[in-house]
């Protein structure tokens, strides 16, 4: 099967350019599997992340055939030839398919996303398990399970377009955070939430929804923030 991978090493690339391999596919493999083959048979200098293998960490999120995807989750045999490979989109890249998740986790600590209790004892991972309105806690436990693997925000054309956006998983993040009655108002997370790059800012494009591997729904989770705003 041939794959096609975007090559970029910014110490001495001037620009990315595609390079093909003819991976030897067997049964069952899966993108990454190919680009483990790719780096043990063709070219040991290809640079990709990964960690669990599993599709539970979100390291290994890259674009196939123009969609986001978990490299270690998507098989071969559901992937149209030549596999086109490249990495996350609206990130730096750091070398091939690796990128910078940096600007993703700002965005992600802009909305602060650890519950905040008005006791600090308990504020932090240690603390209570979250009280959630019983008509609220089935979609709070879905969206909850978010693994931060970037693809919503590779996919969203507003983060493309608009460098303030917050991106739909620090959205989710906020609205998983403001379902929990615990929590006091949070001023710094209601500023971000209703900021310039807030909820105002998303168009509805819905692609975060396509490419959550874990089934979340960021965009539903934006407009219950928005809901709650009008509300309020
Ligand atoms: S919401 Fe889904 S696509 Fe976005 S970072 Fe979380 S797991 Fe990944
Ligand atoms: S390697 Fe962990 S999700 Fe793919």
């Known amino acids: 099967m041939i794959f096609r991978v975007k090559r970029f090493d910014p110490t001495c690339d001037r620009r990315p350019s595609w390079r093909a391999y003819t991976v030897d596919v ?3 493999m899966s993108v990454l599997d190919g680009l483990f083959w790719i780096l043990e048979h063709a070219d040991s200098t290809l640079s990709f992340r990964y960690s669990c293998r599993a599709g539970m960490c979100g390291s290994c999120a890259m674009v ?3 969609r986001e995807a978990l490299a270690c989750r998507l098989r071969l045999a559901h992937v149209a030839a030549p596999v086109h490979v490249e990495p ?3 990130l730096p890249v750091i070398k091939d398919l ?3 998740m940096t600007p993703f986790f700002e965005k992600y600590r802009a909305v602060d996303p650890f519950y905040r209790a008005e006791d600090p004892a308990v504020t932090g991972p240690a603390a209570a398990p979250a009280v959630v309105r019983p008509e609220s806690r089935e979609l709070v436990d879905l969206q909850l399970g978010c693994i ?4 919503c925000y590779s996919a969203c054309p507003v983060v493309a377009l608009n460098p303030e956006f917050l991106g739909p998983a620090a959205l989710n993040r906020a609205y998983v955070l403001s379902a929990d009655e615990r929590e006091p108002a949070a001023g710094d997370r ?3 939430i209703l900021g310039d790059g807030g909820v105002h800012a998303c168009h509805a494009v819905g692609n975060c929804v396509a490419a959550c591997p874990v089934g979340i729904n960021p965009l539903l989770s934006i407009q219950l923030l928005r809901k709650g ?4």
């Open 229 to 232: 705003a009008t509300d309020r």
């Open 64 to 66: 196939v055939n123009g």
């Open 190 to 192: 209601a500023a971000a």
């Open 98 to 100: 690796v990128v910078d």
């Open 148 to 151: 931060s693997c970037g693809a």
């Open 26 to 28: 067997r049964p069952k």
């Open 88 to 90: 996350l989109r609206s």
